[in-house]
C-alpha cells in the first residue's frame, strides 16, 4: 500500500541526520529491528528499498504482536512491517507536523520526497520543545482608543482587561508560548501606565523596552524610532488586535515568499441587504438575490525585513499600507498571508464587549 502523504507549503524540515541511523533494508530480520531500536533510541525503524524508497515502519509493539503471533528474532522483517505510514513532505512546516502528530497520536512523522524516498524524521518530544526565537515583536500601543470612550478616558486602551487580564498582556503571552522573548511597545496616549505595569518585562520572562512617540507616527511610524536597527525580520503586530495567529507560521510563510513586507489578512464577508438587479442599458439581464460580497481585510499583523525602516524618515507619521506602496514601488516584494485564525479588532465598545464575553 502507498503510504499516506500529506503536503502543505510550509517551512524547513528538522535537519538532524539521527534518522539516517532509523533506515533498515527490506531483507532485515526482526532481530535486525530490535538492534536497531535499541541503538537508535529512536523507538521507530524505517523500511526501505534499495533506493531508500520507504515501505513501512516498525516499532516495539509491532515486534510484540509479531512474536505473540508465533514469529521469532529469524523472521522476516516483512512480516511485522506496518506499510500505512503517515508521511509528510518536506514542505510540511514543522507546526503543521506538530498538530497533525498531536492530533493522531503519532510519536514519530516520517518525512519523504516525491518518490516517496525518506528524507527526514519528526519526533513528537523534538518537535514539542519550544524553540527560542530572537525576532523582535513591535506592539504598536500608543493609540487614544477615541471609540472605545469612556473606557479609555484614564486607561490605554491595550490595558483595558480582557476577562481580568490586560488584552497586551494576552498578546506578549502568546508570542512567548511559540519562543519568542524580544518586545518594543510603541506608546503615546497615557504610555507611562503601560510602562509601569510592564517594565521590563522580567516579570513575564520577556525583554521589553519602549518606543516612545512625542506625538501620534501612525500604524508603522514608531518603527523609524527603532535603534539598533534589527537584523532579523521584525513582526509588527497592533496593541488592539487579539487573535491565535501562529507567528512562527507567519515568519516561515514570509520567508519561504522571499517578501519584503508580509501582511496577515482575513477575509471579511458582507450580504447585501436587498436582491441586486444588473442591467444592460434599461434592459435586466440578471437577477443575483441579496449577494455576499469577500474581500481581504487588513488584519493588522505584519513581517517586515529590516531593510524596510529605511522607508521611514524621522519622527514621520505614516501608516502600514502607506509603507507596503512604498516598498512595492521600489520593487520588493509584498504578499499577504490569508489567516483562518480567530481575530477580533477591538476597536469598538461592541468589540470590546465580545472579546470580553469570549475570553470568559
Not at 510592564?198 to 512617540?213: K, M, P, S
Not at 513582526?235 to 495567529?245: A, E, Q, R
Request: proline content about 6%; some cysteine.
Amino acid at each position: 500500500m502507498t503510504p499516506r502523504v500529506v503536503r502543505e507549503g510550509g517551512g524547513t524540515m528538522d535537519k538532524r541526520r539521527a534518522w539516517r541511523d532509523a533506515l533498515l533494508p527490506d531483507d532485515s530480520v526482526i532481530k535486525d529491528a530490535i538492534r536497531n531500536l535499541d541503538e537508535t533510541a529512536l523507538q521507530i525503524a524505517l523500511v526501505v528499498s534499495g533506493d531508500n524508497v520507504l515501505l513501512g515502519t516498525v516499532t516495539d509493539g509491532d515486534i510484540r504482536r509479531g512474536l505473540l503471533r508465533g514469529l521469532d528474532v529469524e523472521s522476516p522483517l516483512d512480516t511485522i512491517v506496518h506499510r500505512d505510514a503517515f508521511v509528510v513532505t518536506p514542505e510540511v512546516s514543522r507546526d503543521m507536523a506538530l498538530h497533525l502528530m498531536r492530533a493522531n497520536g503519532y510519536m514519530h512523522l516520517p518525512v519523504v520526497d516525491r518518490k516517496h524516498r525518506v528524507v527526514g524524521l519528526h519526533l513528537l518530544k523534538e518537535l514539542s520543545a519550544v524553540p527560542r526565537r530572537n525576532n523582535l515583536i513591535v506592539v504598536m500601543a500608543g493609540g487614544r482608543g477615541k471609540r472605545l470612550m469612556p473606557h479609555t478616558s484614564e486607561c490605554p486602551k491595550p490595558l483595558l482587561p480582557i476577562a481580568g487580564k490586560p488584552m497586551l498582556e494576552r498578546i506578549i503571552e502568546h508570542a512567548r508560548a511559540e519562543g519568542f522573548h524580544r518586545f518594543s511597545l510603541a506608546v503615546h496616549y497615557l504610555g507611562e501606565m503601560i510602562e509601569n505595569y510592564f517594565g521590563d518585562g522580567e516579570a513575564w520572562q520577556v525583554r521589553i523596552n519602549y518606543l516612545r512617540e512625542k506625538s501620534p507616527l501612525g500604524t508603522a511610524g514608531a518603527l523609524g524610532l527603532l535603534e539598533p536597527k534589527p537584523e532579523l525580520p521584525i513582526i509588527v503586530s497592533n496593541g488592539d488586535v487579539l487573535t491565535d495567529i501562529r507567528y512562527a507560521e507567519l515568519l516561515e510563510f514570509h520567508s519561504r515568499h522571499g517578501a519584503a513586507a508580509t501582511m496577515a489578512v482575513r477575509v471579511h464577508e458582507w450580504q447585501h441587504p436587498f436582491g441586486v438587479v444588473m442591467i444592460d442599458g434599461v434592459e435586466i439581464v440578471a437577477f443575483d438575490e441579496k449577494p455576499v460580497n469577500r474581500t481581504y481585510i487588513n488584519a493588522g499583523v505584519y513581517v517586515l525585513e529590516p531593510f524596510v525602516l529605511d522607508e521611514l524618515r524621522d519622527s514621520e507619521v505614516c501608516d502600514m499600507p502607506a509603507l507596503f506602496e512604498r516598498i512595492r514601488a521600489r520593487g520588493y516584494t509584498t504578499v499577504a498571508y490569508p489567516m483562518h485564525e480567530p481575530w477580533l479588532d477591538v476597536g469598538r465598545p461592541d468589540d470590546y464587549s465580545k472579546a470580553t464575553s469570549e475570553y470568559m
